[in-house]
């Protein structure tokens, strides 16, 4: 399945929240990804229809367990990423912007491969935060 850059950020904002708080509505994903809630809700519809997101009767949103397995691969290379370039030395806030746009375009098997890497240096390729 085909999905955006700012399709993926939606559903990894969503995960991001259901850990935090418990439950995800849509004025909780505009003020973290720091969008207008029009644009949430076109992205909701969107997801819905690509079958990762269900909006419930009550107005929160859920992760469909593909919604879940791309939003948890998206949030693993966001941490990877960003651990990787604050190790290297960029500051916390650049390498977080950084990884956000790595995250995105990186394939599957050049992420193995980086990952592979760091644990045959001996470094925890990943934080352990959730």
């Known amino acids: 399945m085909s999905l955006t850059s700012s399709m993926e950020d939606?559903?990894?904002?969503?995960l991001v929240l259901q850990q935090q708080k418990?439950?995800?509505r849509c004025v909780d994903v505009a003020e973290l990804l720091d969008v207008k809630k029009p644009s949430v809700s076109r992205a909701v519809k969107e997801l819905?229809?690509?079958k990762c997101l269900i909006k419930k009767d009550d107005g929160t949103l859920s992760l469909t367990e593909q919604g879940k397995q791309i939003a948890r691969q998206i949030y693993e290379k966001h941490q990877f990423f960003t651990k990787q370039l604050m190790e290297a030395g960029v500051p916390k806030d650049i390498a977080a912007q950084d990884a956000c746009k790595l995250e995105?375009?990186?394939s599957e098997i050049s992420?193995?491969?980086?990952k592979e890497a760091v644990?045959?240096?001996?470094?925890e390729a990943i934080p352990l935060e959730k």
């Open 10 to 14: 939606y559903l990894e904002a969503v």
């Open 22 to 24: 418990g439950y995800v």
């Open 48 to 50: 819905s229809k690509k």
């Open 104 to 106: 995105h375009v990186i």
């Open 111 to 114: 992420f193995k491969k980086l």
């Open 119 to 123: 644990w045959m240096n001996g470094r």
